[in-house]
């Protein structure tokens, strides 16, 4: 079924793309940008409050074993979802999956510093302390419901029992967490819908964009005033800085190689 998004009166390439390249990226109105918000927020909400606890007697385990095993499946599938999105919502603005398309349309490129306008080289240095940051985040206790804080699950006796040699599970594990820094949640908030918003929120959209976000994560809801805090300033502003989806998309990746190497050290 095709989706209709009111996008500005004319679909007008933002700054960036109008300096770099002829890839046009159209502004997106208010309603627009809160519809593609729904469109990821929604689904996972609703796969994590309704679906994962419907399934868990699907699943084998102790004590909070089969919710996570949902979780995880469920979690995964609103991942996967999002990517399908953005390919859905960039072919009907593109019609076009060329890589140099892409790109722009993506803002996966290198990040251009807005001073000198040169890309790339020791502009890449900014990531060192936004890396810092966010995994100061990630050692942060959320203090989540019971079974369903990913690490305080995995720091429980039956969380370590369960992934010792568990090695199907990591493999998910490894996936959700592509699709998470990847290919699903940086792509679609940073790379699609922030070069999106400036047309509404003008010089603030990298704020809009951080509780946009922040917001999203329902599906976590404990998570979301850290989420306000440090992605805001730490990925949404740099990847608007720098117009570099790259930036958000390396950060959080950063964040997911610590996590996957302390869950190896379990599965070992």
């Known amino acids: ?3 209709s998004l009111p996008l500005t009166n004319e679909a007008t ?7 770099t390249s002829e890839v046009e990226i159209p502004q997106y109105r208010l309603r627009g940008i809160f519809t593609v918000w729904a469109a990821a927020a929604l689904p996972m909400a609703t796969l994590a409050w309704l679906l994962a606890p419907a399934l868990k007697d699907q699943f084998t385990g102790t004590g909070n074993v089969p919710l996570f095993k949902a979780l995880n499946v469920c979690l995964t599938v609103g991942l996967v979802w999002q990517f399908v999105l953005v390919a859905t919502l960039v072919w009907r603005e593109q019609r076009t999956f060329r890589w140099s398309t892409l790109r722009e349309a993506l803002w996966l490129r290198s990040p251009r510093s807005p001073r000198t306008g040169r890309t790339g080289g020791r502009i890449w240095l900014v990531l060192i302390p936004l890396i810092v940051a966010t995994l100061i985040e990630s050692l942060i206790p959320l203090n989540g419901p019971k079974g369903r804080d990913f690490g305080s699950f995995l720091g ?4 370590k029992a369960f992934m010792h040699g568990a090695w199907g599970w990591y493999a998910l594990i490894l996936v959700w967490f592509v699709f998470n820094t990847v290919l699903g949640e940086e792509l679609l908030f940073r790379g699609f819908l922030l070069p999106r918003m400036n047309g509404v929120f003008k010089r603030k959209d990298w704020l809009a964009n951080g509780v946009l976000f922040a917001g999203y994560h329902l599906h976590v809801p404990w998570a979301i005033p850290g989420t306000l805090l440090i992605d805001t300033f730490a990925v949404a502003y740099p990847v608007k800085r720098y117009r570099s989806a790259w930036i958000g998309i390396a950060v959080h990746s950063a964040q997911s190689v610590f996590l996957g190497v302390l869950i190896f050290t379990l599965v070992v």
């Open 1 to 3: 079924m095709s989706v």
């Open 156 to 159: 429980s006796d039956v969380g």
């Open 13 to 19: 390439p933002s700054h960036a793309g109008a300096a």
